[in-house]
């Protein structure tokens, strides 16, 4: 059974607009902070965003003013509303999740910014 399921991605031209989602399952219990991290071809896995249970956030500078992380009502959602995206964005976008039992991981959504 998946524990984090992520949505979203695909192929967007620069200064373009995307939308991920990441729903977590009802078998994650204590969840701390929720948020995204990438990985580039390349490239080691870098943090994008992070939204804490009591709602502090945290954005790389790389994406400030650009990106905006957002959780839902029930905290079990998490969300990455990206604009003007560059080509140095492209990158798979995993879904992670701080709770008490430990880290989750999403499988990874593939944003590829292109013309």
């Known amino acids: 059974q998946e524990q984090l399921v992520e949505s979203g991605g695909g192929l967007v031209q620069p200064w373009g607009s995307l939308s991920l989602s990441c729903a977590a399952s009802?078998?994650?219990?204590?969840?701390?902070?929720m948020g995204w991290y990438r990985q580039a071809p390349g490239k080691e896995r870098e943090l994008v965003a992070v939204?804490?249970?009591?709602?502090?956030?945290n954005y790389a500078d790389s994406v400030k003013g650009r990106f905006t992380i957002s959780r839902g009502n029930a905290k079990i959602m998490v969300y990455l509303q990206m604009n003007s995206l560059k080509p140095e964005d492209t990158a798979v976008y995993y879904c992670?999740?701080?709770?008490?039992?430990?880290?989750?991981w999403g499988k990874g959504t593939l944003v590829t910014v292109s013309s």
């Open positions: 009802g078998s994650i219990f204590g969840i701390k902070a």
């Open positions: 939204i804490g249970s009591g709602g502090s956030i």
């Open positions: 992670y999740c701080n709770a008490i039992g430990g880290l989750y």
